[in-house]
């Protein structure tokens, strides 16, 4: 063997994939996606089957054609709305991320702390939220912010669990490592401890993500004159059944988007992560 030439052994019980290209990517893309695109159509089939034949009263279910006619009736209105909707989303999920992260790191470096925030924010958590958002309103009025800070209460505590999780299930040889280098507290957290916490943090905001989406219809649900909440109280007021429905569609289709980015933003900022569950080399034992 030449100076310089790497010779490559085979390692007993271990089988050393190449890492995908492109096309192997977009054929896994559609691997994944095909099922849940497959149940939606066959949800959607026999959404129309039932109404179709009749089994239940049009103002109880409304076909699919005829709540893709309001989309095409009102979709200005529809749109005024589900803007309203997505703003406070964005709002309320940006300040319980950046809230959550800074509580996390706070009771991860501090016990006392964390004995003392832990408890409370558990508590908060177990609150029915739609028993509280009435106070919101009475307390911060009918616009805007009692919406977003619904939204930020219901989802902050995703963000710092998993925050907390992911800082604390650093290895401790890495830390050791870091202490015997030299590293500052400050060096150690940005190269070790927050890049080890992101897959954990990612895991917390695609909850959190949802969860704002629902927090901020809650809070229209209690007060309100636009948004999402605002539209299907209004059609349940009217029985406008196929209006209801396209709000209840609107509403989900948010938050399956949000929940997308937030995974093409983890696949960005982590793909160390995301190629380590690709498994490039795997066991064949």
């Known amino acids: 063997m030449s100076q310089g030439t790497v010779s490559e052994v085979p390692v007993a019980g271990v089988a050393e994939r190449t890492r995908p290209g492109p096309g192997d990517r977009l054929r896994d893309g559609l691997e994944r996606s095909w099922r849940p695109v497959a149940l939606l159509a066959a949800c959607l089939a026999a959404w129309w089957a039932v109404t179709a034949a009749e089994l239940v009263k049009p103002y ?25 909707t997505t703003y406070e989303t964005l709002l309320g999920f ?60 219901i989802s902050f505590f995703p963000v710092v669990i998993a925050m907390v999780t992911g800082l604390k299930a650093v290895d401790p040889e890495m830390l050791e490592l870091s202490a015997t280098m030299g590293a500052g507290s400050l060096a150690t957290f940005l190269k070790i401890r927050f890049p080890a916490s992101l897959p954990y943090l990612f895991s917390g905001l695609k909850v959190a993500v949802t969860l704002a989406v629902t927090g901020a219809v809650v809070g229209e649900f209690v007060g309100a004159n636009e948004g999402l909440g605002y539209v299907i109280l209004q ?29 093409l933003a983890e696949a960005l900022l982590i793909p160390w992560h995301a190629s380590r569950r690709g498994s490039a080399v795997t066991t064949t034992y």
């Open 94 to 153: 940006a300040l319980a991320v950046a809230f959550g992260v800074l509580a996390a790191v706070v009771m991860v470096y501090s016990s006392t702390v964390e004995k003392t925030l832990y408890p409370i924010l558990l508590f908060a958590q177990v609150i029915p939220k739609i028993a509280i958002a009435p106070l919101f309103v009475v307390w911060l009025g009918f616009g805007m912010t009692p919406k977003v800070f619904v939204a930020v209460l």
């Open 235 to 263: 059609a349940n007021g009217n029985l406008d059944t196929p209006m209801l429905f396209a709000g209840l569609l609107v509403m989900s289709a948010i938050g399956v988007v949000l929940f997308v980015l937030v995974e």
């Open 60 to 84: 109880l279910v409304p076909s699919p054609g005829r709540t893709l006619d309001v989309f095409a009736e009102k979709w200005d209105y529809i749109w005024q709305h589900t803007w309203v």
